[in-house]
């Protein structure tokens, strides 16, 4: 086999792998939800204030809100930059707001918007 062919199938291989870490983390995250959706909505909800140092982190999600003065992290922001360090895509959250109130629905892959400024944070 040629170096090049063996590269492309130790990526192939990675990407695999990859893909299987992400999806036992979306089923692990599920399997914690269906037990206690309420619990795990308000702990995605809970926003620490940080400080510039940790906002400067090149992998940790860090958000800026309106609200607060200064930085906050979630847990998510946290889990994400560990996703993003090892290479793996981003867990999104999903909610619905029919009742008014957030209710998580389930874990997903993120789907990054096209425009940053859409972001609302």
Do not use: W
Not at 11 to 19: I, M, S
Not at 48 to 69: D, Q, Y
Not at 76 to 84: A, D, F, P, Q, S
């Amino acid at each position: 086999m040629a170096e090049a062919e063996r590269q492309e199938a130790d990526l192939e291989v990675e990407d695999a792998t990859k893909q299987q870490i992400f999806d036992a983390v979306i089923a692990y995250f599920e399997s914690v939800r269906q037990r206690d959706p309420a619990a795990v909505s308000a702990l995605l909800n809970v926003r620490i204030p940080c400080n510039r140092e940790l906002a400067n982190h090149p992998t940790c999600e860090i958000g800026v809100s309106k609200a607060f003065v200064g930085y906050r992290l979630g847990v998510l922001g946290l889990i994400n930059g560990l996703m993003r360090t090892m290479g793996l895509p981003e867990v999104a959250a999903q909610f619905d707001y029919v009742s008014g109130l957030p209710e998580l629905t389930c874990f997903s892959k993120y789907k990054h918007q096209q425009n940053p400024e859409s972001a609302g944070i």
